[in-house]
């Protein structure tokens, strides 16, 4: 029952992912002007990490419960470790290197986030594969 609900978590967590990386980021960006496009992403996206690291961080202690140490769990494990680090401490670096204009800083961060998501929706794919 509890590895059922494991897979529901996870399941949540990638379409919550894809849904926001292919439809929400680009038709903002696509729809609103810049200005409010920046102001609406800066809000949205803590939102965003913090409903998906409490769902993995649910997901991660399903596997502690059940003293279950296997692949899932580290795979799951470093999911939550990963939208820790992006929300708490990359869009903080994210949003200060565009506010600073430091576009060479600002392009690398942002790609390291992108990068960053992708790993995670691989790491999802390959558990409920």
């Known amino acids: 029952m509890l590895e059922l609900i494991f897979f529901y ?3 949540a967590i990638l379409g919550i992912m894809v849904f926001f990386s292919f439809v929400v980021a680009p038709v903002t960006f696509t729809t609103l002007n810049e200005e409010n496009a920046r102001k609406f992403i800066r809000k949205i996206f803590p939102f965003y990490y913090n409903v998906n690291l409490a769902l ?3 997901a991660t202690a399903l596997y502690v419960i059940l003293n279950s140490y296997n ?3 580290y795979l ?3 999911v939550s470790i990963l ?4 929300n708490y401490i990359l869009m903080p670096l994210i949003n200060k290197f565009r506010d600073e204009k430091k576009d060479k800083q600002f392009k690398y961060s942002h790609f ?4 960053i998501n ?3 929706i691989l790491f999802l794919l390959i558990i409920l594969l």
Do not use: D, H, K, Y
């Open 83 to 86: 939208f820790a680090v992006s």
């Open 9 to 11: 978590f996870a399941s």
């Open 76 to 78: 799951i494990l470093s």
């Open 118 to 120: 992708f790993i995670q």
């Open 56 to 58: 993995s961080f649910l």
């Open 71 to 73: 692949l899932n769990f």
């Open 112 to 115: 390291l986030s992108v990068i």
